[in-house]
């Protein structure tokens, strides 16, 4: 079982920089791929990126690509999104959360295990 805490999240202008912590206990944590969700208001909980439990592999979203990283320390058992050249648009909930295998890494169902969620908000 996996337990995660998202931390880092604030209000921030308009090509601003944030980075998002994802702090994980459990075991199972660097065999977990992880993944970042966001939630808009009155909108779905969408893709932003994720990551196999050994970074070979990182996939984003297209409208966050160039400006996010998603990076991982599994001996510190934390996932981290570095958000650079923030967007009103970005402002959301951000989730991370953790699942078995990388298969349907865009998809909420593919993940068990889900924090609670940080507000990013972006003001222009």
């Known amino acids: 079982q996996v337990q995660l805490v998202e931390s880092g999240g604030g209000l921030v202008q308009a090509g601003g920089s944030l980075r998002l912590s994802c702090a994980a206990s459990?075991?199972?944590?660097?065999?977990?791929?992880i993944g970042w969700f966001r939630q808009a208001p009155g909108k779905e909980r969408e893709f932003v990126a994720a990551?196999?439990?050994?970074?070979?592999?990182?996939n984003y979203e297209d409208s966050v690509k160039g400006r996010f990283t998603l990076s991982r320390d599994n001996a510190k058992n934390t996932a981290y999104l570095q958000m650079n050249s923030l967007k009103p648009e970005d402002t959301a909930v951000y989730y991370c959360?953790?699942?078995?295998?990388?298969?349907?890494?865009?998809?909420?169902?593919?993940?068990?295990?889900w924090g609670q969620g940080t507000q990013v908000t972006v003001s222009s």
């Open positions: 459990g075991r199972t944590f660097s065999q977990s791929c």
């Open positions: 959360a953790a699942a078995p295998n990388y298969n349907n890494y865009r998809h909420r169902a593919s993940y068990f295990y």
């Open positions: 990551t196999t439990w050994s970074s070979e592999i990182t």
